[in-house]
């Protein structure tokens, strides 16, 4: 177009004696053409039918040349024919290189690009091409690394360790083979799987004399897909009541998706010996599955390989990527100290900017409400102010809530104690208020249900339902209860997690100690330290079944999984232990792989020490790879902490996450803990050391918006 446009004489080539920049000969260009053709120009979402291509020479002498001078139409209408009749064969192959048909855009100039970008920014820089046109280097291009393979049927596989993890793995293969099981471990397998039989979780059936164990919420999917198999240990399936019965086809092609998500590179004969189909059958569940884009074919040492689009992707990055070897794995004691840097606890941040780094670091994870201002915020932030917690929340950017969670102490049908120790114990989360309802998504199921409530929290209830968000003072007058009363069922409400306030000051009245409060006085003190229950806001509902109709179950899980990479940077199955709102293991390993698939995170082995897979962002791989001089320092967190991970990461025994309890690191070694009035030393320390970590265990933290100078008192 800017040729034909330059040579008619309707874009100058020359300006005051001068050769016009290209720049500017394109800009006249394009809006040359806005006025002739402005369908080439319009965006095709806005454009309704078909393409009017107007009358104009110059439009009719630019589509004469891009079709029969830079392209052949004519030759290409006549292969087509050829492709329609089945004359012309087209076989389909994943390269691990660029085709040298693609080296015209990879090295094309800036301005040969439709958008303004940098050329430093564009996503084709990031692609190496090599000499394909050697014969020999595109034959070795196409290959696939043995090493790679190996090393990714490894991970792919699952690791039988515990009931639960066997469990999922039977869950995420769809079945497994008798012969499958490792024979130097079938011992211990053959105990947890007598474990899971008893408990009516697993059973065995035998199809032709061969035994293939299957879970129970599997167990009618397979009886679907193979209606004459023999159960050899009687069990109920648990099945989804709202679900369609699918027909033999449909669940043997979803029992083979569940097979190629966990098999690196198959083949066509394991698939048939292991499904016990003829080829044909198989040849049309695989042409299902390709056509979804699921699987790849893959030809190697004359046969025909399938694998998952995913993990055949990872094979490529294992075989030709060199970035991958950049990051050696550490051991549990250098993951701790990229846990501690990567979360701010070394080097301690200021400012409100820190802050909602840190909250969103945290987000959905349930802490004792007692510890957020007292032991978890204060450690990664230095000089945290408690008014700046109350600003976010009352700017509606985060809000407090409690989310029942799995592992929750507070069971169903149980009464909860209303006092404020209670409440101080409770786990509470601090998230942003816009992805409150994804969390309450997640949980819904596992929300407590018929809580018996005392008289005057079922009051305070009935009038915020009928009210809407309401003051305290309101509630006072609407309930005709008490001050102390109300606060009572508000803090019992609280710790069922059917109320929250629009201000972290309400949560942290509740939890404060009646002498602490304003108004208390006595000869030894004039006026309490601490905010008033007055200064919380307003008061509302949380409707526990409330969900994100807007978000399908697919962009809940990526967020969490997102949550988790922010908050620990590298996420396995190992250092999850400790959540208990998150999802299974088996549903996130779907969600990190998708993301590792559009090149956001990296998978690798980064962590030595623990099986399965492993996800990391790319800016944790290159901070964990660093060397980081042993420093001295002594970190010191609550056992609370999300960073609580000793005896899961770090060798040793579990310490229970109690709000008493604190702990102390040095050099990402635990070497002390206090807990209560024991202390507790891990390793050689001095006389002097010892006391000085002591010291600081027992230090007393508390945020500064509660340091208010006392009238009356030299300071």
């Known amino acids: 177009w800017r040729w034909n446009a330059t040579i ?13 920049p290209p720049v500017f000969q394109r800009s006249d260009a394009e809006d040359l053409m806005a006025l002739i053709f402005p369908d080439q120009l319009a965006c095709q979402e806005n454009l309704a039918g078909d393409r009017e291509v107007p009358d104009h020479p110059l439009v009719q002498q630019t589509v004469d040349d891009c079709l029969h001078d830079i392209m052949d139409i004519d030759t290409l209408e006549q292969i087509l024919a050829q492709v329609q009749a089945d004359r012309i064969e087209i076989l389909c192959r994943d390269l691990a290189a660029p085709s040298p048909l693609a080296g015209e855009i990879l090295n094309a100039r800036p301005y040969a690009f439709l958008d303004d970008a940098p050329a430093e920014e564009r996503r084709t820089r990031g692609i190496s091409t090599r000499d394909s046109l050697d014969p020999l280097e595109a034959a070795r291009s196409g290959q696939l690394d043995p090493a790679a393979i190996e090393h990714v049927r490894q991970q792919a596989w699952p690791e039988f360790n515990t009931e639960d993890e066997l469990h999922d ?11 499958e099981f490792d024979a130097d471990q079938r011992s211990r397998i053959q105990r947890l799987l007598d474990d899971l039989i008893g408990q009516r979780r697993v059973t065995a059936l035998r199809l032709d004399d061969v035994d293939y164990w299957v879970c129970a919420e599997r167990l009618q999917q397979f009886l679907y897909a193979w209606p004459q198999a023999e159960m050899l240990h009687p069990i109920d399936a648990i099945e989804d009541p709202d679900a369609a019965r699918p027909d033999p086809e449909q669940a043997r092609r979803e029992l083979l998706r569940s097979r190629l998500s966990a098999l690196a590179l198959v083949s066509e004969q394991r698939l048939a010996a292991d499904m016990q189909v003829t080829d044909a059958s198989l040849h049309g569940l695989l042409a299902a599955l390709e056509q979804e884009g699921f699987v790849m074919r893959v030809p190697r040492e004359g046969q025909v390989f399938w694998c998952e689009r995913g993990l055949l992707a990872r094979i490529h990055r294992y075989g030709m990527s060199a970035r991958r070897q950049q990051v050696k794995p550490v051991d549990a004691t250098r993951y701790m100290q990229f846990l501690f840097e990567w979360q701010g606890l070394g080097d301690r941040r200021r400012g409100q900017a820190a802050l909602i780094a840190a909250l969103e670091s945290l987000e959905g994870f349930p802490c004792p409400a007692g510890t957020w201002e007292t032991d978890i915020l204060p450690s990664r932030l230095d000089g945290f102010f408690g008014h700046d917690l109350d600003a976010l929340c009352t700017s509606g950017q985060f809000m407090w809530l409690r989310i029942p969670g799995k592992k929750s102490r507070h069971a169903a049908d149980s009464t909860i104690n209303s006092k404020s120790g209670m409440l101080k114990n409770t786990p509470v989360c601090l998230l942003p208020r816009s992805h409150a309802a994804c969390w309450q998504s997640l949980a819904a199921n596992q929300q407590a249900t018929g809580l018996q409530l005392s008289a005057n929290a079922t009051r305070i209830l009935e009038c915020l339902k009928q009210s809407g968000a309401s003051f305290f003072l309101d509630l006072v007058q609407a309930s005709g209860l008490l001050r102390t009363q109300t606060e009572e069922a508000l803090a019992e409400l609280a710790a069922c997690g059917l109320v929250t306030s629009d201000n972290f000051a309400g949560l942290r009245a509740l939890i404060t100690p009646v002498s602490q409060r304003p108004g208390y006085s006595n000869r030894r003190r004039h006026r309490a330290r601490g905010p008033g229950i007055d200064a919380a806001g307003r008061w509302s509902t949380i409707d526990t079944g409330a969900a994100d109709r807007s978000q399908t179950d697919s962009d809940i899980l990526e967020h969490i999984a997102r949550v988790l990479l922010r908050r620990y940077g590298v996420v396995f199955y190992q250092v999850l232990a400790r959540e208990t709102l998150v999802p299974p293991w088996r549903d996130l390993l779907y969600m990190f792989r998708r993301l590792e698939a559009r090149g956001e995170i990296r998978g690798d082995r980064f962590v030595a020490g623990f099986s399965g897979e492993q996800f990391a962002l790319p800016e944790a791989a290159g901070l964990l790879g660093k060397t980081i001089q042993a420093r001295d320092e002594i970190i010191t967190l609550s056992a609370c902490d999300p960073l609580n991970l000793a005896g899961i990461i770090t060798p040793g025994e579990r310490i229970a996450a109690l709000s008493r309890t604190r702990l102390a690191y040095r050099n990402g070694c635990l070497i002390a803990r206090q807990s209560r009035d024991q202390f507790d030393v891990f390793g050689q320390l001095s006389d002097r050391e010892a006391w ?24």
């Open 8 to 20: 008619a004489l309707a874009i100058k080539r020359f300006h005051n004696g001068a050769k016009t």
């Open 169 to 179: 793995a039977l869950y995420q293969l769809g079945f497994v083979l008798d012969a």
């Open 692 to 715: 000085q970590v002591r010291n600081e265990l027992t230090r007393k933290k508390r945020p500064l918006s509660y340091l208010n100078p006392v009238p009356g008192r030299q300071h």
